[in-house]
């Protein structure tokens, strides 16, 4: 029956507000001046199978709706109600919130017991309980969302790679002026100036190679649903608590293929230049 006012078959609807996910209506029997329901467009009948994106647009739906209620009828107070369940008086198995604008003399009941259900021990134990089964928070993060943050760490990954290698790139031209210049001029500083310069861009090179792994690893991290908010870009969460990934290159990154088998040989051929250059 909430299908058919969702679909749009029922003429007799009275939609407050429709979107893609959520629809916003006035009941056939309002308890009070009012009373509007908020429900999910997909037929889903128990709230806790509502999903990330619906829960979102109801929350949101909720807020608004509620707003235009309250300035609408001006009610003292007004209760948000869902049942979920033939117990909790749940009627139409389609999830739906009431929205119900309250006045002191109106017919609503509402009744909560007076006496407190579990004592102060079991309640810490369903604490510790109904703590420990709740998912992560992103457990519960939007195929696409997760995704799009996934393609946001996948340019920085490019982004550093490429730095990389230009970083190769500009370093060729120094290198062949300097050492070319030590050589056939014979100057010892000039060569040293020379491997100043691949030692400042080897450890540029190991530090883009540094950041690329981390990203790497925020990456699968974010893949495997870890732990990590949505969007966040910050790689040190991929890490072990507490750590942060900072701007100096490790060991790993400095004897990767990509740095010691490039650089290092660089360096002792200036080494080679400069004691030739020193002794001649
Ligand atoms: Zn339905």
Redesign the pocket.
């Known amino acids: 029956m909430?299908?058919a006012i969702?679909g749009g078959s029922d003429s007799n609807a009275k939609i407050v507000y429709r979107d893609q996910q959520v629809t916003a209506f006035l009941p056939l029997m309002p308890a009070t001046r009012g009373h509007t329901l908020v429900v999910p467009n997909r037929?889903v009948a128990d709230l806790t199978d509502i999903t990330e994106l619906e829960s979102r647009q109801l929350g949101a739906a909720i807020r608004r709706t509620a707003r235009a209620v309250r300035a609408a009828v001006s009610p003292e107070g007004m209760n948000i109600i869902q049942s979920t369940g033939d117990v909790a008086t749940q009627t139409v198995?389609?999830v739906h919130f009431h929205i119900v604008p309250r006045w002191a003399d109106d017919r609503m009941v509402l009744s909560w017991p007076t006496e407190a259900a579990e004592d102060d021990a079991a309640q810490a134990e369903t604490l510790v309980l109904v703590r420990s089964l709740l998912p992560k928070s992103t457990d519960d993060v939007s195929p696409d969302d997760r995704r799009q943050h996934l393609s946001f760490i996948q340019a920085i990954v490019t982004r550093m790679s490429q730095a990389s290698s230009s970083s190769k790139t500009w370093l060729l031209p120094i290198i062949t002026l300097t050492y070319g210049y030590a050589v056939t001029k014979e100057q010892f500083w000039v060569a040293v100036l020379g491997m100043l310069a691949v030692f400042v861009f080897g450890l540029l090179d190991a530090n883009y190679l540094k950041q690329e792994r981390a990203f790497r690893k925020l990456y699968d991290k974010v893949a495997s649903g870890g732990d990590i908010p949505t969007f966040s870009l910050n790689p040190s969460l991929a890490g072990p608590a507490g750590s942060r990934v900072n701007y100096w290159p490790d060991w790993e990154d400095i004897r990767s293929w990509a740095v010691a088998p490039v650089y290092a040989p660089l360096i002792l051929v200036g080494v080679a230049i400069a004691v030739w250059a020193h002794c001649t």
Do not use: A, G, N, W
């Open positions: 909430f299908c969702v037929h198995p389609h």
